[in-house]
Structure formats: structure tokens, C-alpha cells
């Protein structure tokens, strides 16, 4: 079917995707221009297709967001490294990142079945002892396994836990403590700071986050979808099944595994 667009409609298409090009986000009247016309709608989410984007809608704000990492809008590897960790991060610092994003949006719902979120915010020290429970689980397989789950998911899960585990904060005035290394809390307040800045986490206390408008949507519409998280939030949230007893399952946060 071939559609026929005014040149009024196709310019303030246009004008929109490359705001959102640029910054990322528009304002409330965008937004509005948006939902209101379906053609202008329709060519925006063309011109975002394009680019393996998406535009989401969420509160009073239209956004922008990557689907895949060809997308030219993703941010790379080396630019999440040099604007968020330290000069001498390396991937393991990064894959830590990630692991510590997915277990922090991870303890907002009971299950892929939930698309509300079941609590308000998250403390920084709680985050912290349920990527430790993550960490731990981890640790119950031999390197064999693995490097098996390695090879699956495209994760260094050991370098995640040796990385880890250098993050010490009971031994943090021990010898062993280095320019190289930083507490673990430290670290996850970097993971905040990085959260704040893309608009998926909001402050609700100190030392509290919630998650904003733009991450509920994120999350009902990608981040519990195989297609986009590759079963390791299955894999992840699956680890300690064996060792729960029968009938508790999903009665702690984090559990994503209903």
C-alpha cells in the first residue's frame, strides 16, 4: 500500500524525529503532536525503524531509545567505559554494569507477568545484597559450567564475580586496597549516577531510587522480552531454584523467575 503525505505532514515528521535525533527526548507539546496526528506518528516511528529506534511515550515526554547495538544511537562499549567507569575500566567493569542494572530493575517486579512494579524505590545498601544473592548463585557452578553459560549468553560471568569480589567493602582499609579497586557501594552509586542521566531512575530518598516513567515503559515493552534480554534473566533468576523451598517462589524481590 502506498501512502500519499502532505509536505506539511512529512516536514513536522521530520522536525520531530530530529529533535529526538539530537537530544533524545521532547517536551510535552511534542508529545501531543505526536498522539494527535497518526500520519505524523506513523512517519516518525518509520523514520526511528530506520535507525533500529523506537519511540516511546511515557509521562509527559516522548523518547528515543536503540533496539539493537548496530543501532547508531547505542552507546558503545568504549563510550560507556570512558563516561561512566574509571580511566582503567576494562569489560568486566562493564559487565558488572550491566548485571548490576538487570538486578536493580529486576527487584521492582515478581514476575515477567507483572507489568507494575511492586514497590516504590530501592536503597543503595538492599541493592547491593541482592546482586550479592546473584553473585552467589553464580558461584555455585563449576568453571566448566561456566564457561558453557559464557559461550550461551555472550556474559563473562567470571570476570563479573572475580570483579566483584576485588569490590570488598569489609576489607576496604586492608593492604590489599588499591587505586584499583573501589567499594562495591561505590561502584553502584557509578550505576545510579548512569541510571539518573538516562531518565530510568529517579531519587526518591537518600540513597533511595525509583524507577521513572520512561523505565516502566522500557520494561513492559523490551526488557522482559526474550527476544531483547536472551534468556539471561531467566538464567539468572533461575540459578538458586534448587535450593528454595516449594511455595516460595517470587516472595522476594528480585525474583523474576514466576
Not at 181 to 205: C, N, P
Not at 219 to 226: G, H, K, S
Request: negative net charge; aromatic residues 12%.
Amino acid at each position: 500500500m502506498v501512502y500519499s503525505y502532505s509536505n506539511e505532514t512529512v516536514m513536522q515528521a521530520f522536525r520531530l524525529y530530529a529533535l529526538l535525533a539530537k537530544d533524545g527526548a521532547a517536551e510535552q507539546e511534542r508529545l501531543q503532536a505526536y498522539m494527535a496526528d497518526d500520519e505524523v506518528r506513523g512517519l516518525v516511528d518509520q523514520f526511528a525503524a530506520e535507525v533500529d529506534c523506537a519511540v516511546i511515550a511515557a509521562g509527559d515526554e516522548l523518547y528515543l531509545i536503540p533496539l539493537v547495538r548496530l543501532s547508531p544511537f547505542h552507546v558503545s562499549n568504549d563510550a560507556m567505559k570512558r563516561t561512566y567507569l574509571r580511566a582503567s575500566a576494562v569489560n568486566a567493569d562493564l559487565y558488572l554494569m550491566y548485571m548490576a542494572i538487570i538486578v536493580w530493575v529486576g527487584a521492582f517486579y515478581d514476575s515477567y507477568q507483572t507489568l507494575e512494579p511492586t514497590r516504590n524505590f530501592l536503597p543503595l545498601d538492599e541493592w547491593a545484597g541482592l546482586l550479592q544473592e546473584r553473585i552467589d548463585s553464580l558461584k555455585e557452578h563449576d568453571e566448566e559450567e561456566l564457561q558453557r553459560y559464557e559461550r550461551e549468553f555472550s556474559y563473562n560471568w567470571s570476570a563479573i564475580i572475580e570483579k566483584w569480589d576485588t569490590m570488598d567493602d569489609i576489607k576496604e582499609t586492608a593492604k590489599r586496597q588499591t587505586g584499583n579497586t573501589i567499594s562495591r557501594l561505590s561502584f553502584l552509586d557509578t550505576v545510579r549516577r548512569f541510571l539518573l542521566e538516562q531518565q530510568l531512575a529517579e531519587e526518591v530518598g537518600e540513597g533511595e531510587l525509583g524507577l521513572t516513567e520512561k523505565a516502566k515503559v522500557i520494561v513492559q515493552r523490551y526488557f522482559m522480552e526474550l527476544e531483547y534480554n536472551r534468556g539471561i534473566l531467566g538464567f539468572l533468576y533461575s540459578l538458586d531454584e534448587r535450593d528454595q523451598p516449594a511455595g516460595e517462589e517470587g516472595q522476594h524481590a528480585g525474583n523474576l523467575e514466576n
